[in-house]
């Protein structure tokens, strides 16, 4: 019988109630479905009273939800800026500066009361643009400074223009900040980032949406039904018409470098999401795994926090659950775990298993074949079926 959660014995009592239904599966509608969703709301609830209750000492607010979430010190990083900085932060070494409390309270719930206390004047400043840092070579040869430059000796002032260009969005929202989140084992240059969103904002502003987003529009059954657009020669192209018919403007735009991107899922307009695509691999399986990635982040994140996710899709990022999340529903939705198992193709390294598997999931066989190369970490396997050399063509994109 499901009661309200006042000690933490009830508390444990419940989640051992939810754990027990998660691993039952039950279907949606069923008395233990409900069961579920109504546990899982009594327990978020008791912990957010607890969390309010702990507002003199933000540090005890912190601990209290990494105990409760089952977090480290590494997932802090994305709110508080870095492993030393979440250190010191954790050990009353340094304090919580503005941005940080906003992205902690954005990000994991925490009431901004507990948050709040004296502060360092210092450690509130605002952050500082040092317009020098801006890769503004690379910048202009693209040509998103031409119409902001007016002579050749002012690069600094054309850069200001074309963040100002923004408006109303600061371009303090498209600098690195806490509730950014990088998954990329390479240090990313922040300016050449916040000047790759800040053209890839613009673009989508001008994209004539032909639908409005709807917030839980997008999930595992939107995302599959959209892989069902792969076995079509312009099949990237059709789903990213589609996304826009649902109110989701999709960008593609070369990354600029030192910041290895493939794709980003942006969250600055609060009336949408963006996706960003770099095409960094001209390959049918990147395009739709990036694609899908990305989507898995609107799907699980839109109102989590989090204003941008860049992502390096080279990287296997295990201890992040943010991004083990967008595997695993990304990669579910391309090729779901049980078809998967059953597969010779998840044994077998042949055209034939390929084929076949991609035939019964109605989906190209370029998917199969970059999970077969990604589960057995061989990237010479099945060259001939991945798709080289067929995406960038399709989006006019220069090699």
């Given at each position: ?39 899982t ?145 390479r240090?990313?240059?922040q ?7 800040a ?65 980003s ?40 926090g ?22 695993a ?45 990604h ?10 079926l ?14």
């Amino acid at each position: 019988m499901v009661k309200v959660i006042k000690t933490d014995e009830d508390l444990n009592n419940a989640m051992a109630e939810i754990e027990r239904l998660i691993e039952l599966d039950p279907d949606p509608g069923t008395s233990e479905a409900e069961e579920l969703e109504l546990l899982t709301i009594l327990v978020q609830d008791y912990e957010q009273k607890k969390v309010q209750n702990l507002q003199t000492d933000p540090v005890e607010a912190i601990l209290f939800r990494m105990e409760q979430q089952n977090l480290s010190q590494r997932d802090l990083i994305p709110f508080i800026g870095s492993r030393s900085k979440v250190s010191e932060v954790l050990s009353r070494k340094r304090p919580l500066t503005l941005s940080m409390m906003r992205a902690l309270h954005n990000g994991l719930g925490i009431p901004a009361k507990s948050l709040l206390q004296e502060q360092d004047p210092l450690a509130l400043q605002d952050y500082k643009v040092e317009w020098e840092k801006f890769p503004a070579k690379d910048i202009a040869e693209r040509g998103w400074l031409s119409s902001y430059l007016k002579s050749t000796d002012d690069m600094t002032e054309a850069l200001r223009r074309f963040f100002d260009d923004l408006k109303p969005i600061p371009i303090i929202d498209v600098m690195y900040r806490q509730s950014n989140h990088i998954r990329s084992a390479r240090s990313m240059d922040q300016y050449a980032l916040a000047a790759w969103t800040a053209q890839v904002v613009k673009t989508a502003k001008k994209v004539n949406l032909k639908g409005k987003y709807k917030k839980g529009k997008i999930d595992a059954d939107f995302m599959r039904g959209l892989v069902r657009l792969s076995v079509f020669d312009k099949g990237p192209l059709l789903a990213c018409e589609y996304l826009n018919e649902q109110g989701i403007p999709v960008v593609i735009e070369r990354h600029l470098p030192n910041t290895y991107l493939d794709g980003s899922a942006i969250f600055i307009d609060p009336e949408y999401p963006i996706i960003a695509l770099t095409l960094r691999y001209d390959r049918i399986d990147n395009f739709w795994f990036t694609l899908m990635h990305e989507l898995a982040h609107v799907c699980l994140h839109f109102d989590a926090g989090v204003r941008q996710f860049y992502d390096d899709l080279d990287v296997e990022d295990q201890d992040d659950l943010r991004e083990n999340e967008a595997d695993a529903l990304a990669g579910n939705v391309l090729i779901p775990e049980v078809e998967w198992r059953k597969s010779p193709a998840s044994k077998v390294k042949s055209p034939e298993a390929v084929l076949n598997l991609a035939n019964k999931l109605a989906i190209h066989p370029a998917i199969v074949a970059g999970r077969i190369r990604h589960q057995f970490k061989e990237y010479r396997l099945l060259s001939n079926l991945i798709g080289h050399r067929k995406i960038r063509s399709l989006f006019g994109v220069e090699e």
